[in-house]
Nanobody, 124 residues
Framework: QVQLVESGGGSVQAGGSLRLSCAASGRTFSLYSLGWFRQAPGKEREFVATITRGGSSTYYADSVKGRFTISRDNAKNTMYLQMNSLKPEDTAVYYC?????????????????WGQGTQVTVSS
C-alpha cells in the first residue's frame, strides 16, 4: 500500500511558478507509475501529467505541455510537478496518484492510490 501527501500549493499571479511535491510512504515507490490530476470547482477531475516508474518517460495534457514538468526521485520517494507560466485556468485542486506497474495512464480510474490534494490558485 502507498500513502501519498501533496504539498507546495498556494496562490500566485498569472505568469508565475509553483512546484508541487508528492511524498509517498512505503518501500515500493519505484514499482508504481505516477500521475498528476486536477479538479476545478464544478468540473470533473482531469489528467495533467504522468511518469513511468523509472522516470524515463512522461506524458502531458495538451493544456499544460511546454509549461509543466513532471519528475520523480525514487531515492526520496517523491514526485514533483514544476508549473511555469501559470494561467488563471490552471486554478484547481491538484492530486497525485499512484498506479502499480511500469506505464502511466491518463485515466483516473486506473490509479490505485490518491493523495488528499493541494489547492493552486492563479489570479489574473
Amino acid at each position: 500500500q502507498v500513502q501519498l501527501v501533496e504539498s507546495g500549493g498556494g496562490s500566485v499571479q498569472a505568469g508565475g511558478s509553483l512546484r508541487l511535491s508528492c511524498a509517498a510512504s512505503g518501500r515500493t515507490f519505484s514499482l508504481y507509475s505516477l500521475g498528476w490530476f486536477r479538479q476545478a470547482p464544478g468540473k470533473e477531475r482531469e489528467f495533467v501529467a504522468t511518469i513511468t516508474r523509472g522516470g524515463s518517460s512522461t506524458y502531458y495534457a495538451d493544456s499544460v505541455k511546454g509549461r509543466f514538468t513532471i519528475s520523480r526521485d525514487n531515492a526520496k520517494n517523491t514526485m514533483y510537478l514544476q508549473m511555469n507560466s501559470l494561467k488563471p485556468e490552471d486554478t484547481a485542486v491538484y492530486y497525485c496518484a499512484a498506479r502499480y506497474g511500469w506505464t502511466g495512464s491518463t485515466s483516473n480510474s486506473e490509479y490505485n492510490y490518491w493523495g488528499q490534494g493541494t489547492q493552486v490558485t492563479v489570479s489574473s
